[in-house]
């Protein structure tokens, strides 16, 4: 295998999909693997000391709020994308489901096959430039740097300099910043923030409520003019969404928590109305709303300011 087709092999993992629920599990998996690659450890990495914990971990904050998540999963289904390999796997004992017994594969490794790893230390960037395309596959561009963090690698800061064929993905529209902060006449949908420098915007960004890394449409009833902080927020579930009758309202995840003023950014919002733009054929559509909650919110969600 070469670069090339390591990198197109890459975006072409194949993800469990129902309907437009995420699946992050592979690619946090990969993700795990190519800061191991980066954190020169060695090719294989034990499930039960090296993987399962750190994977759950990851799963659980940059994952679908989920009751449990089942970091074994992804460790056991990569193989089949020519990307993994787990020596001595058929030895492993089944249950009568075919699933192979926690208590041993704890005690099994999995990694990257040879000559992949090989290719992977030979040429480091090539770890950072994967590593970019699975964030830019699965992941809204505010949660890159933390994900990145969290696995060990460091930043891409070159344009790859051979295209990867195999994927498609809906590029950007590069007009839908422009039309949502115009659609919210340049103000932050939950706090009104508006701060410019001369004639810049200072922190006012347009967030995507379906993320475009999970299939959402850069239009304007998927966006949502928000300042930097909210717009995170949004992102990593803090800050959620609800239709109610004609109103959008804000929900605030019960799971955040600060000592300082800041905190308020967020508690002073809970059950407010969002300010949705004038024009109704701009508004967020519900459907949009629905899945971020589903997907990305964090619940449960605290109680409104009565
Ligand atoms: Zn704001």
Request: contains cysteine; positive net charge.
């Amino acid at each position: 295998m070469d670069r090339v087709e390591f990198l197109d092999r890459i975006g072409g993992i194949k993800i469990w999909k129902k309907g437009n629920r995420r699946a992050p599990h592979k690619p946090l998996l990969l993700l795990l693997a190519l800061g191991r690659v980066y954190g020169d450890k060695d090719r294989l990495g034990s499930y039960g000391g090296d993987i399962e914990d750190r994977l759950r971990r990851l799963l659980s904050r940059f994952g679908p709020p989920r009751k449990g998540h089942h970091p074994e999963e992804p460790f056991t289904r990569l193989p089949s994308d020519g990307l993994w390999e787990i020596p001595g796997y058929e030895q492993i004992p089944k249950s009568v489901a075919g699933r192979p017994r926690l208590v041993a594969l704890r005690e099994s490794k999995g990694g990257f096959p040879e000559g992949l790893y090989d290719l992977l230390r030979s040429d480091q960037t090539l770890a950072i430039e994967a590593a970019q395309e699975i964030l830019d596959g699965h992941f809204p561009r505010s949660l890159h740097a933390d994900i990145r963090d969290a696995v060990g690698i460091p930043e891409y800061l070159h344009r790859r300099s051979e295209p990867v064929k195999q994927v498609v993905r809906e590029p950007r529209d590069p007009r839908f910043r422009h039309r949502v902060l115009r659609a919210y006449e340049r103000r932050c949908a939950v706090c009104d923030f508006d701060v410019r420098i001369e004639d810049q915007l200072l922190g006012l960004e347009a967030a995507h409520i379906m993320w475009h890394a999970a299939g959402g449409p850069d239009t304007v009833k998927n966006g949502l003019a928000m300042c930097s902080f909210h717009h995170k927020a949004l992102d990593v579930g803090a800050l959620g969404l609800e239709c109610v009758d004609e109103e959008i309202r804000v929900l605030i995840s019960s799971e955040v928590s600060g000592r300082s003023a800041g905190i308020r950014q967020l508690l002073d919002y809970r059950g407010a109305q969002l300010r949705i733009p004038r024009n109704r054929r701009d508004e967020p559509d519900c459907g949009f709303v629905e899945w971020h909650r589903r997907e990305v919110f964090r619940e449960p969600a605290l109680d409104a300011i009565s």
